[in-house]
């Protein structure tokens, strides 16, 4: 019996050493199969580059989709993995550069003068990153070089359209290594799967620069691309700045994949989310090149400041726009019941927003206007400032408010998130002409925003404080601890009343007056914004009949159809009938008060004949004279051809019938 325990005991053991001899045989080749795999795949997975490019001969009317787009961190530029699977498609020949974004004049601008105008002030000092001469160092072994298939190395635009302004800080090249440095371990690379839309943001610390040049047209060229099919794009702001006071409009732009949700990438944060020790960062796609037709404003680095020539943005795409931010910053709908944001900024009664400043264009009898306010218009008066309050507070309360009265600034940019109907008073320090300074306005009259704007202007100088002790950027003379402006300067600057049209952006008069204090005169004030208020009642009281024709007038009608004719020879006419468009019962709508009728447009043409005549009816039929034994009327020897169209309100015109129908006598 203990022999055959001892047989079992040595049996038993000989099997577990066997078991384990053949499981760390097993552990051992897994290990040398996936060291072998993983060698194999290092020296095959290489992000070989591609690119198309589409679009007009301009930077900014162009756009690239790369796959394997690397950014290299050492050297801070793109680079374009050239292999032989690389395909280039779109970018031009041999001696064929791209032209540079240009001014609406259609000629290069020239290099701005030194400086800003305030709220629209380029940032000084900022170095691109993205320089167009900048190559690469001595560190890509040799046989990185920039391609020479192009004189003029930018492909495309990094911004939404931002005006040149003499310089290349928006355009966008790469430069080209070889797939053999990858292969041969020179840079390591780290790929991100994700769709990336290279962006460069224009000036991040400024409200109106934040939504106008970078947050419209982001907003647009997703939405472009995911009509397109493509959806997910997650941002890459390919600039110098870090996030700043605005990200959280930023990150709104944020992409779903994964379930989870990627907020946009600075330089900083891209570093962060890759290896370590990555020489170049891969994105398996990416497109270079936002839409360049949002912008309704110029800021004067050529010529003076005003409306963008050929706007083609609409109130109601800014109104999109606006929907599309409050839905990403999670504002709920206005609701005085709602205590989200606190009791101060939710009213129950028809309610104005006054903007306030701390630190300078400050309205000095901020109190007594906010009484008269309350007084004259029945209006309780609430003061909110972007020092004090959230940004998605101000916004909320900006839903529902009848008015927003504020100092020339960027902070009025968020005027597109008033309500239809509702009142922009824009006051203007002494010495600057409304009429010369017009974003606000600009945006407020964009047909569809709906809004009525008004501007009233400080014409009283002794209730204009300006402060010739503040530094030279920001209003005044001081130029250093030691030294003003020269004493005839300053008397030239104090004497330009009002001030000379100049170009951006540190015109010394524009930054004097426009950082002085003001004292509102409450009479002027007040007849300024009964004048808005005049508009505003006249609205409301003719909203419906307007709504309904705006409704009406947004839609084509569709082509008739069962066109037919006869010939008549008792009356001797062309007897033409048709019924009425098939989505006539959508394009209701009164007009004048009355019930609203289609039109609808006869083309007559008598066969073989270059001219026709053109007749209306107000009913789906018409009758056309014949000539009659050459009398008056339609010649129609050989016969007449008809086509007819609908007219719907606002005259818009719907299409012709497709094929005529002829009729003999």
Known sequence: MTDNKEYSYTMLAKLLIVFLIVHLLAVI????????????????VVPVSSVWCVGGPRLEQRRCYFRNLCYSFPHDEFVFVRGADSLVQGLPPTGGPLEAPTTERGVSPPAPPPGGNGDFSVSGGVKSDLRGGASVKSALGGGAKRSLRYRGEAVADLSGGVEAHGNTDFHFSYVEIPEAAIRGKNFTSSILPEKMLVFRRFKPDNLMHVLHDDL???WATLAELEYAGARDYRVFFADDHDEGDYWELYRVFRSRTHLNSHHPLVKRSLRAEVDKDAD?????????GAVAHTKWYQYGYDRFQG?????????????????????????????????????????????????NRRSDRLILNEVELSFAISREFNLSTVTVSLETHSLSGIIHLLENATMLIGMHGAQLALSMFLPRHSILLELFPYGLPAAHYTPYRTLAHLEGLDLIYRAWENPDPAKSHPHPEYPVHHGGFVLDATRKIPEQQQAEIVSNVPVKPHRCCKDPAFLFRMYQDTVVDLPGFIRTAWEAFTQRQERLKNRKTESSNATAATFSPAEVKNLNCSYRPGKGVFHVDWEEPWNRAFLGGATNGGEFRMRYLVRVQPAGATEYTEFESAETHLDVPAAEDGGGGLASGSGVHFWVAAVAAGDVVGPWTRRPVHCHR
């Open 29 to 44: 080749t897994l290990i040398l199969c996936f060291s072998s795999d993983h060698e194999v795949a290092s020296a095959i």
């Open 216 to 218: 419209l047209p982001l």
């Open 280 to 288: 170049l960062v891969c994105f398996a796609t990416a497109t270079v």
């Open 307 to 355: 409306p963008a020539a050929d706007a083609t943005i609409t109130g109601s795409k800014i109104r999109a726009f606006a929907h599309f931010i409050r839905k990403g910053l999670e504002i709920p709908k206005y609701d005085i019941d709602m205590p989200r944001y606190g009791s101060r900024v939710r009213q129950k009664q028809p309610y104005a927003v006054l903007f």
